[in-house]
Each structure stands twice: as C-alpha cells, then as structure tokens.
C-alpha cells in the first residue's frame, strides 16, 4: 500500500512559478511510476505530466509541455512538479498518482492505483 501526500500548492501571479511535491509512505515507491494529474472547477480530471520509477522517462501533456518538469528523489520517496510560466488556465487541484511497482508511465487515470489528496493550485492573471 502506498499513501500519498501533496504540498506546495498556493496562489500565485501569471507568469510565475509553484513547485509541487508528492511525498509517499510504504516500501515501493521506487519502482512505481507516478503521474500528476488536475482537475479545474466543472471538468474531468487531466493528465499533466509522469514518470517512470527511474525518473528517466517522462511524459508531458501537450498544454505543459516546456512549462513543466517532473522529477523524483527516490531516497526521499518524493516526486516534484516544477510549474513555471503559469497560466490562469493551469489553475486547479493537483494530484499525484502512483502506479504499482515496474507498471509504466501513463496517461490515464484509470492507470493509476494510488491517489493522493489533491492540493489547490491558483493563478491570478
């Protein structure tokens, strides 16, 4: 079992930067792919960005991509979103996912085996 704990959520300014964490308890978040996911006011939940347990693959959704980096510590069971050139259409809840151990990163929901609680991120433009 693994239990997941996002941080680092806020408000900020357009244009401006949030890093997100996601700290896990239990034995096999090293070999677990994790996802970040978020879901704005009145819509479905939208995948943003994965990795794998290495940390070598990721994926990025195409509204991300070259705003967002995902990385991992795997000593310190944490997974990083680095949010920067924020948008007031990135605002949402933010979640992170892990998958159970050597499953890839993925881009689905339904992928994803374990959830964290979610953490409000805003920007103001």
């Known amino acids: 079992q693994v239990q997941l704990v996002e941080s680092g959520g806020g408000l900020v300014q357009a244009g401006g930067s949030l890093r997100l964490s996601c700290t896990a308890s239990?034995?096999?978040?090293?070999?677990?792919?994790v996802g970040w996911f978020r879901q704005a006011a009145g819509k479905p939940r939208e995948f943003v960005a994965a990795?794998?347990?290495?940390?070598?693959?990721?994926l990025y959704a195409d509204s991300v991509k070259g705003r967002f980096t995902g990385s991992r510590d795997n000593a310190k069971n944490t997974a990083y979103l680095q949010m920067n050139s924020l948008q007031s259409e990135d605002t949402a809840v933010y979640y992170c996912?892990?998958?159970?151990?050597?499953?890839?990163?993925?881009?689905?929901?339904?992928?994803?085996?374990?959830w964290g609680q979610g953490t409000q991120v805003t920007v103001s433009s």
């Open positions: 996912a892990a998958r159970r151990p050597f499953r890839l990163a993925g881009r689905l929901t339904g992928e994803y085996d374990y």
């Open positions: 239990g034995r096999t978040f090293s070999t677990s792919s």
């Open positions: 990795m794998d347990w290495s940390g070598r693959s990721t």
